[in-house]
């Protein structure tokens, strides 16, 4: 059985492997300066508008790293979720590498509200204080949940008004863009978002992403900040291609749209489950559950997956492109084999 850990555990979709494989014919100009680069901007500019520019990195890491930079001068800050990535899973690259320091707010879904931004809207222009310039939200969220395209509009209006950015983390924004039923530009450029990170590794890619700047005037100096970034591929072909299979056609949508209902099958399976609680509502690919004590470890036995709050226990189970239905049932039913066992201990 495929672990339930994180949709990277997946691997690559035949589709990109053989994207990948026909861009390594022959040689081609190194640097990104090469026909799939070039067509992969332009699939980029396709789905956000013909304002985008963009700019491929190796990771979400670098993405948000680069964005960041580019997005800020030193004595300015970034406001985020609590349980951002780029808060507790990028290792302080923000704020050592990027420069950048993060302000943040605790979130009870993962998700920002204006009222929430209001905290660190405070000392504005004194000089001993560090100036709030951008605000960053990530779709699907760290928990799961997503915004609504009107939720993201009042962000934007509301970060607007402060001379504030809104910058999408959007590793997962596949995912969210697919359950919600709309285009990727809709839930980013239509609604106001000024920078993405787009998010292509944990959707079936080898390994990619991407800075796209939406706003016109914003991020001077991009293009350096990524070499000097350690984000600048000189095979960019093979990047490149990959984005070409994702963006193409619509291999970017039935990727997430199989990851999200795997996720949904497996929370309609275990919420009667008796001793499982749903946390988090299922809204992408991932599902968030309480269950007895005791009861992860035995199913680690059989099943990687991680303990995301190790005060409560906490779980946090992901799907990916390539969760089959069978696997989720399977999984379903030893979680609620364990679940009975520790009940009926109890």
Known sequence: MKGFASDNYAGVHPEVLAAIAEANVDHAVAYGEDPWTARAEGLLRDHFGPSARSWLVFNGTGANVLAFRALCRPWQAVICADTAHVNVDEGGAPEFIGGTKLLTVPTPDGKLTPGMVDLHLTRVGDEHAVQPRVVSVTQSTELGTRYEPG??????????????????DGSRLANAAAGLGVSLRETSTDVGVDALSFGGTKNGLLGGEALVLLSDGIGEGATYLRKQTLQLASKGRFLAAQFVALLEGDLWRSSAEHANSMAARLATAVAEVP???????????????????GVADRLREDVRFYTWDET?????????????????????????????AAVAAG
């Open 312 to 340: 409560t226990g906490e779980v946090r189970w992901m799907c990916s492109w390539d969760t089959t239905e069978d696997e989720v049932d399977a999984f379903a039913d030893r979680i609620a084999q364990a679940c009975g």
């Open 275 to 293: 001793g499982v609680t749903l946390t988090q509502r299922v809204q992408a690919n991932a599902v968030f559950a309480l269950v007895p004590p």
């Open 151 to 168: 939720e993201l509009r009042e962000l934007a209006d509301h970060a607007h008004a402060h001379d504030l950015l809104l910058h999408v």
